[in-house]
């Protein structure tokens, strides 16, 4: 079967991370996806004649409810009968944190919802929301769960990561490790965590937060997200912070050179705690 996918594919973030996940998983299956940024198409006409392509596509996945599904609606919210393929879609934070507090979004997103034949929510808090906020569907969602996969890297040296984080000690072994993976953007809200840790570390140094992802500096679809109060606050927030270490990202021992966290997935020989922080989940 061959398949649209459409989805924001914003470098560096969950979204995009989602969809190779998503993508890779379903041509493993056998079947072809083509992935495509949502931010691409001004219309779902331009979708619609994308889709009327030959060999034409036999069916569509959108993440997000608006920013992706509205996209395969056909014309405006009237789905076109000639233009319209089965599709389903995998809800994001931002459809029932942001988008379903506007009006106009919110009758788009039901119209996604009725149409799909299918939906994909990560919680069940997610499906639930989207219960309450949107017209009815319950029989349609379907919770599944995002995973981590964890391997050991046989080249991973505990003491050397510790030290490129800006950690160092004689106790290492003794240190209650936190890891954040994601980009310093204000919608994790860095800055909370940033100040309890700090206290944390002041009143037990064995505990430390090191962050992992692109600093604002070398992301700049984050540095766009901030106003420039926003990104100075954050920037001098991470210097010198006590027990508040930032990584750009680790070494994927199948790849070499040094890679988003996020992206390549976390490889360590020891336990640690992995934590998340996030005012609207999915945003990206």
Request: with cysteine.
């Amino acid at each position: 079967m061959k398949l649209l996918f459409l989805a924001c594919l914003s470098p560096k973030t969950g979204n995009c991370t989602t969809a190779e996940r998503i993508r890779a998983h379903i041509e493993s299956a056998g079947h072809t996806c083509e992935l495509r940024d949502a931010a691409d198409f001004k219309s779902s006409a331009e979708v619609a004649s994308l889709i009327e392509q030959k060999p034409p596509f036999e069916g569509a996945i959108a993440i997000h409810l608006f920013k992706g599904g509205r996209l395969l609606l056909g014309e405006a919210t009237v789905p076109s009968e000639n233009t319209q393929v089965p599709f389903g879609v995998v809800f994001g934070g931002t459809d029932i944190n942001e988008d379903v507090k506007v009006e106009q979004k919110r009758a788009v997103m039901e119209q996604v919802l009725l149409k799909a034949r299918f939906a994909v929510a990560f919680t069940d808090k997610l499906k639930a929301e989207a219960e309450v906020f949107l017209l009815s569907q319950s029989s349609k969602i379907y919770v599944q769960p995002q995973g981590i996969k964890t391997e050991a890297a046989q080249s991973f040296c505990w003491s050397e990561f510790l030290r490129r984080s800006g950690v160092s000690g004689e106790d290492v072994e003794d240190l209650h490790v936190f890891l954040l993976v994601c980009g310093l953007r204000r919608v994790k809200d860095p800055l909370y965590l940033l100040e309890a840790f700090s206290e944390w570390h002041t009143e037990n140094p064995l505990v430390v937060l090191i962050i992992i992802g692109p600093k604002p500096a070398h992301c700049a679809a984050a540095v766009q997200t901030l106003d420039e109060p926003q990104h100075q606050d954050i920037c001098w927030a991470c210097l010198g912070r006590p027990g508040v270490s930032t990584l750009p990202g680790l070494r994927s021992h199948s790849t070499g050179p040094w890679c988003h966290g996020g992206q390549h997935g976390i490889r360590l020989l020891m336990s640690l705690s992995v934590t998340y922080c996030v005012l609207a989940e999915g945003s990206g």
